[in-house]
Structure formats: C-alpha cells, structure tokens
C-alpha cells in the first residue's frame, strides 16, 4: 500500500500526525490514544496513524478491529503494528509519544533529518497535581538531535492540556439521560431489565479485597441493587466473595442484591453505560474521565504507584473535586474513596455515601457542566501545535 503521508498538499499543514503507544497494563493507555486519533480524525479532518504495539487491545475495546493485522483502517484511523525494528516511514507533521512510551531510533532518526521538524510532543498521565500547570508546554531539546520534545499534561484547570471530550457528547449524555425509552433499549441489549426500585452501580476496577464486604453490605441492605461487572480484574475478587466462578453472562442474586456479569464493553457502549447508572465505580484514567463527563457521582480507584504515590495524586483531584461540596458530602466522598483505595472499606462509610447521593448527583453534574467550559484536550493540542511551527 503507498504511504498516504507522501502527498505535497499537506506540506503546509499540520494535518498529518503519528501517535505511538505501548499497551502497558489494563488498556488505559491503548483507550486514551485511541478516542483522541478517532476524534482527531473525525471531528478535525486529520489523517492520523496510530502506532501500536499490541493489536489484541484494540480488539478488545473495539471487536471490528483485528487483534493480528499489521496495518488496518479503524474508525477512520491507520492502525499499524508497532513491529521492532520499525519500517522505515517518512515521519508525520505531529508525533505523539503516548506515557514515555519512547519512539523508535531509527524513526527519531529519521525525524531529525527532515527540513521542517515534526512537532514531539510527549502526551503525560493526567493528574490533577498543581505542578501540572507549571509544566504543562515545557520544552526539552534531544541531547544528540536537532530535534524538541514538548510537554503535554491533561488537566482539570484551564492552564493544563484539558480533557479528551467530542464536540456531542454532552449533548448525547443529556439526550439519553432524559430519555427513558433510549435507556430502555440500552439494557434491553445487555441482557437487563433493571427494576424502578433497583439502584444502578457499575463496578469496574483492579483487583480490591474491600469488594468482598462492599457485597454483603449490598446484599443485607434494605435497598435494592442492581450491581453490573464488565470483565476485570475486580471480578476475581467478586469470585472469593459470592464462592463461585463468574462468566460473562452469569447473574448473582443475594439478598437485595442483584450482580449481573458483562462483557468487556466498547468504548461508546461503556460510556452509556455510565450516564445509565446512579452511581460508577471506575479506574485508572479513562473510564475515569468518562465517568466525569456521565454527570452522575463517581468512586475511583487509582493506578497502585510504590511508597503510595497514587493517594498523593488521589488527594490532589480530591482537593479540586470537593471544593464546592457541601460538608456532609464532601466528608462521605473523602472517607469511601480513601477506604476504597487502601482496600479497608467500613460498612458505615457506604451509608455515609448513599446518604449524600442527593448532593453528589447535584455537584457531579455541575462538576461536569464546569469542565466543559474548557477547550477539550484535542482542540488544545491541535492549537499548540500550529503555535510551534
């Protein structure tokens, strides 16, 4: 196949661009990379390749994808395989190093032997930390290259990078949100007739013993939970809880306590799933930004970093997402989120919780209505990048 990147109509704009990630552990890097080449493509007309070292990821978020192919075209994005060595490729405009992943030499290489250097930038984890504004846009030259590398960080604040956000999707969350019968379909293709009593949680995280006395608290409640698990690494631990092993498609029923066992959804499927339930737990980065933009309250268990740099990270985005809570709730949202995280979860923490959710379903919707104010993380790179040539 000729490489699309060689056509000269492109040479004054920046509309061709390489990402490259490496699948690290539990698709957070492969769906943050993912949703940004598919918006780019589809909301601002670029031409994006995405560089990826483990296409079975891809499938799993997207099943029209091959988990084998070398090179394919997916949502309007070139996939290609990130091979070692790398085939030698003429270097987009724009290249996005994913989390440090580090490019290629040969394909750095090939960078710095261009007249007009492609703009590097090394998209970083979100955090929600105040030295993210600081750093955010710095430069760092290649110590042996004519090349610049610049700092890209995500962020909750207007001097960070934003959050990745389609021009719609709000627009979309409130229409299906206000929609019963859109709702009714959605669960009508899981498998699931929630029941009008039924409370609606999404449960999906990394590996948490807490789980197990989460379950029984549900279960001797007086309310009814509908309780949905796309497959993870918390479902082993749900596994130790109710004795049994749990497949896709597999429905516990205990007490108040209805547990129904999904598939790994994909993408835009989980985000509907998360503007339909009352409360989300999620992980990581992606769902947990998505889970911000559902505009429903949220519980999010951090990436495990050594000597607990993740409750640092933890208390800095707490900081910021409380400021406007009323006391009550913003003490419920500090208590069940730290005992969440260092797996030591007290049954009167999640009363504490479910009491408030009045409140929290109020703020988390201001919350998100807030963020929007912003330029989304594409529109902010795309700018930055017309600023540097």
């Given at each position: 196949?000729q490489?699309?990147?060689?056509d000269?109509?492109?040479?004054?704009?920046?509309?061709?661009w390489?990402?490259?990630c490496?699948?690290?552990?539990?698709f957070?890097?492969?769906?943050v990379?993912?949703r940004l080449?598919?918006q780019?493509?589809?909301e601002?007309?670029?031409?994006?390749?995405?560089?990826?070292d483990?296409?079975?990821?891809?499938?799993?978020l997207?099943?029209?994808?091959?988990?084998?192919?070398?090179?394919?075209?997916?949502g309007g994005v070139e996939v290609r395989r990130?091979?070692?060595?790398?085939?030698q490729?003429?270097?987009?405009?724009?290249?996005?190093e994913?989390?440090a992943c580090?490019?290629?030499d040969?394909?750095l290489?090939?960078?710095?032997?261009?007249?007009?250097?492609?703009?590097w930038?090394?998209?970083e984890?979100?955090?929600?930390?105040e030295?993210?504004d600081?750093c955010?846009?710095?430069?760092s030259?290649?110590p042996?290259?004519?090349?610049?590398?610049?700092f890209?960080?995500?962020?909750?604040s207007?001097?960070?990078g934003g959050?990745?956000?389609?021009?719609?999707?709000?627009?979309?969350?409130?229409?299906?949100?206000?929609?019963?019968a859109?709702?009714?379909?959605?669960w009508?293709?899981l498998?699931?007739a929630?029941?009008?009593?039924e409370?609606?949680?999404?449960?999906f995280?990394y590996?948490?013993?807490?789980v197990?006395g989460?379950l029984?608290?549900?279960?001797?409640?007086?309310?009814?939970?509908?309780?949905?698990?796309?497959?993870?690494?918390?479902?082993?631990?749900i596994e130790?809880a109710?004795g049994?092993e749990?497949?896709?498609?597999?429905?516990?029923?205990?007490?108040?306590?209805?547990?129904?066992?999904?598939?790994f959804?994909?993408?835009?499927?989980?985000?509907?799933?998360?503007?339909?339930?009352?409360?989300?737990?999620?992980r990581?980065?992606?769902?947990?930004?998505r889970?911000?933009?559902a505009?429903?309250?949220?519980i999010w268990?951090?990436?495990?970093?050594?000597e607990?740099?993740h409750?640092?990270?933890?208390?800095?985005?707490l900081?910021r997402y409380?400021g406007?809570?009323?006391?009550?709730?913003?003490l419920a949202v500090?208590?069940?989120?730290h005992?969440?995280?260092?797996?030591?979860?007290?049954g009167?923490?999640?009363?504490a919780y479910?009491?408030?959710?009045p409140?929290?379903?109020?703020?988390a919707?201001?919350w998100?209505d807030?963020?929007a104010q912003?330029?989304?993380?594409?529109?902010?790179l795309?700018?930055f990048?017309?600023?540097r040539?």
């Amino acid at each position: 196949m000729q490489d699309d990147f060689s056509d000269s109509h492109w040479a004054n704009d920046l509309v061709r661009w390489d990402i490259f990630c490496r699948v690290v552990d539990n698709f957070g890097d492969i769906g943050v990379t993912f949703r940004l080449a598919r918006q780019l493509v589809a909301e601002h007309g670029l031409s994006v390749r995405l560089w990826l070292d483990d296409m079975s990821s891809l499938h799993a978020l997207w099943p029209e994808a091959s988990a084998d192919a070398a090179q394919q075209w997916v949502g309007g994005v070139e996939v290609r395989r990130w091979d070692d060595p790398l085939a030698q490729v003429e270097p987009a405009q724009v290249v996005i190093e994913a989390f440090a992943c580090g490019l290629p030499d040969s394909y750095l290489n090939a960078m710095a032997l261009l007249e007009a250097k492609p703009v590097w930038i090394n998209l970083e984890y979100l955090s929600a930390e105040e030295w993210v504004d600081e750093c955010h846009g710095m430069a760092s030259r290649h110590p042996r290259l004519p090349l610049t590398q610049y700092f890209f960080f995500p962020g909750f604040s207007r001097a960070s990078g934003g959050l990745l956000r389609e021009q719609a999707l709000l627009s979309d969350r409130r229409q299906f949100q206000a929609s019963r019968a859109m709702q009714q379909v959605f669960w009508q293709g899981l498998g699931i007739a929630p029941a009008g009593n039924e409370l609606k949680i999404s449960l999906f995280g990394y590996a948490n013993i807490a789980v197990n006395g989460l379950l029984e608290k549900w279960a001797g409640g007086e309310r009814r939970m509908l309780v949905v698990v796309p497959e993870n690494r918390l479902l082993r631990n749900i596994e130790q809880a109710v004795g049994r092993e749990l497949r896709v498609g597999d429905t516990v029923e205990h007490g108040s306590l209805r547990l129904v066992v999904l598939p790994f959804l994909r993408q835009d499927q989980y985000d509907r799933l998360l503007w339909a339930c009352d409360i989300n737990f999620v992980r990581g980065e992606d769902s947990f930004v998505r889970a911000q933009w559902a505009g429903v309250p949220l519980i999010w268990q951090i990436y495990l970093q050594q000597e607990e740099a993740h409750l640092i990270k933890l208390d800095a985005f707490l900081d910021r997402y409380r400021g406007n809570m009323p006391l009550d709730a913003s003490l419920a949202v500090l208590q069940f989120w730290h005992g969440w995280n260092v797996q030591d979860l007290s049954g009167e923490a999640w009363d504490a919780y479910v009491e408030q959710l009045p409140a929290l379903r109020q703020h988390a919707a201001a919350w998100a209505d807030g963020l929007a104010q912003s330029a989304s993380l594409a529109e902010q790179l795309i700018s930055f990048c017309k600023n540097r040539v």
